[in-house]
């Protein structure tokens, strides 16, 4: 049974740091690209950072410089480290799972919250 279950959302003041991580189970994980997406409610959940196997990066604009994406082979786990948030960073982080359109899977998410 596939699961990515995310942990690590807070309610942090602006400017303030988080981690959060993405445990995967089910799957080879080494075979999947790991991304971070995040949602904002009555926004589309939108593409904030990614990791192929081999540890190739992308970051979204609002993410470079900031933000880090990185994976642990040996704990089959994926992490974004977040630096100097902002406010409009607050959403719902979800992680992501893919090898194909066709096979990918999603976590249930993690709220992270930036105000003072």
């Known amino acids: 049974q596939v699961q990515l279950v995310e942990s690590g959302g807070d309610l942090v003041q602006p400017g303030g740091s988080l981690t959060l991580s993405c445990a995967a189970s089910?799957?080879?994980?080494?075979?999947?690209?790991m991304s971070w997406y995040r949602q904002s409610p009555g926004s589309a959940r939108d593409l904030v950072a990614a990791i192929g196997p081999e540890g190739v990066t992308n970051y979204a604009n609002s993410a470079l410089g900031r933000f880090t994406i990185s994976r642990d082979e040996a704990k089959n786990t994926a992490y974004l480290q977040m630096n100097n948030l902002k406010p409009e960073d607050t959403a719902k982080y979800y992680c992501?799972?893919?090898?194909?359109?066709?096979?990918?899977?999603w976590g249930q998410g993690t709220q992270v919250t930036v105000s003072s």
């Open positions: 992501k799972a893919a090898r194909s359109p066709a096979d990918q899977y």
């Open positions: 089910g799957f080879i994980f080494s075979n999947y690209i």
